[in-house]
């Protein structure tokens, strides 16, 4: 039985989609103006997750993630590049999809951008401003009237009345109250805009993603998720708009997934704190960077440092050795690994457990695998197909010990050496046996002996 922590109730809850076995997500994705930090890289591992686990699960599941490809920063970079607002969200959305691929997260079903939902926006818009929740001021501009609508703050449990406190309304703005937020901005000069039946202009952030997900996934759905730095104003905002446009329920349940940190501090380009996924990459595995990101829990921060990617290194390593050598085969066996990761699972995704339950199997393999090489084939199998609820564990095991050799040794010239120090033990010339183990160990090479002979990884 699966358990969800809703933001919304502030408890987990039994999850029970509202169509039967189908299930609808909606999930925040990114503001399409740069190349992608770590922190949303964090966004997009978790739930990456909870698409699989929820698939493992039997449910059918449709998940959708807009993206955002106009807003201020977005018409800032481009006018700093000078170039169009529309060729630069093209090649940041490319780049986005590359480190997506890198780091095995599967696609969308679906992936609406808010330029293609203007239509629906206007709508939205007009449907508010008929039943009181929005109004025009004249000059270009719609804003939502946060007064009229009685369950705002719900979500993030802020009170209207603490809110007001410190706002102000600049000289400049038309609003009605200092809390009322912009449903569709005038145009300004040399900005990229839409004609609206209240004069030309460009959507506010909040209603692309009310309009995207009624869209695509209804007027009420199973799941919303993102960023938890995203819980208020943004999601407060969407439940405002959505449920005042159609009175209904927005999303039964509501996950937020917790930030990066660098130094206690959120990771994010406006504290310039943050390491592009890219950058990442260029010097840690893509299996370790993914792993990093799903050994803590989704809703738990993550300390950003050089010691936690050596650690994910680590843990993967031994998952891959205990793999090593062994033939690919079904899994079969550890059943009662498998009740154990699904119970950690099922408890809102506990992740720590589920790779505390991977360790145990390890062990497992690792004790068979002298005794009974079918055995801990068949629990080598059961780790693989747990290992790929987390996106991870699916390369041959060679392939990732060694990952990084090319450019630093070569593969040919060590697997010689290896035989030449093999036949220096057959010839029990052990002095030779030696020197090419110290040869081999000064090339950064470590020579691993076993019962299936001796394999090699490059050092850490």
Not at 36 to 42: E, P, T, V, Y
Not at 235 to 253: L, P, V
Not at 254 to 270: A, Q
Not at 295 to 324: P, V
């Amino acid at each position: 039985m699966l358990t969800i922590y809703n933001t919304l109730s502030k408890t987990k809850e039994t999850f029970k989609p509202l169509d039967g076995n189908k299930v609808r997500m909606y999930v925040c994705g990114m503001t399409v103006y740069d190349y992608c930090h770590l922190g949303h890289g964090r966004s997009m591992v978790a739930f990456d997750l909870v698409t699989r686990w929820l698939r493992k699960s039997g449910y059918e599941l449709t998940y959708v993630r807009n993206i955002t490809d106009i807003d201020d920063k977005i018409i800032n970079r481009a006018n700093e590049n000078g170039e169009s607002f529309d060729a630069l969200t093209a090649r940041m959305i490319d780049a986005m999809h590359e480190d997506e691929r890198r780091l095995n997260i599967l696609p969308p079903d679906q992936e609406p951008r808010a330029t293609d939902h203007i239509a629906g926006m206007h709508a939205m818009i007009q449907t508010l401003i008929d039943k009181g929740y929005a109004y025009a001021p004249g000059n270009g501009d719609v804003y939502y009237r946060v007064g009229k609508f009685v369950g705002y703050g719900k979500l993030s449990r802020k009170k209207i009345e603490d809110l007001r406190i410190g706002a102000r309304i600049e000289v400049d703005e038309a609003k009605q109250d200092p809390l009322d937020f912009v449903l569709w901005k005038g145009v300004k000069p040399g900005e990229p805009s839409w004609e609206s039946p209240w004069g030309p202009g460009r959507p506010g952030w909040h209603i692309e993603c009310s309009v995207m997900s009624t869209c695509c996934l209804g007027e009420s759905f199973d799941i919303h998720g993102g960023g938890s730095d995203l819980e208020f104003p943004h999601h407060e905002n969407e439940i405002a708009q959505s449920e005042a446009a159609t009175g209904k329920q927005y999303a039964n349940a509501w996950m937020h997934c917790g930030m990066i940190r660098v130094n206690g501090e959120k990771m994010s380009k406006s504290l310039n704190n943050f390491f592009t996924i890219r950058d990442v990459l260029e010097k840690y595995h893509p299996e370790v960077v993914r792993y990093l990101l799903v050994a803590s829990h989704y809703r738990s921060a993550i300390n950003y440092s050089e010691d936690s990617l050596r650690d994910a290194k680590g843990a993967l390593e031994r998952f891959y050795h205990a793999l090593r050598g062994l033939p690919r085969v079904a899994a079969k066996g550890g059943e009662e690994f498998v009740e154990r990761f699904s119970v950690a699972m099922n408890d809102d995704f506990g992740t720590p457990e589920a790779c505390a339950v991977l360790f145990d199997l390890v062990r497992e393999i690792n004790r068979l695998r002298e005794s009974d090489v079918e055995a801990a084939a068949g629990l080598a199998g059961r780790l693989r197909e747990l290992g790929d609820v987390l996106g991870v564990l699916q390369l041959e095991a060679d392939d990732f010990l060694r990952a990084g050799a090319e450019g630093k040794v070569d593969a040919a010239e060590v697997e010689g050496l290896i035989q030449a120090r093999l036949q220096a033990r057959a010839d029990k010339n052990w002095a030779e046996s030696d020197r090419i183990r110290d040869q081999l160990t000064a090339m950064g090479v470590v020579l691993e002996d076993g019962k299936g002979g001796t394999t090699w990884r490059l050092a850490d």
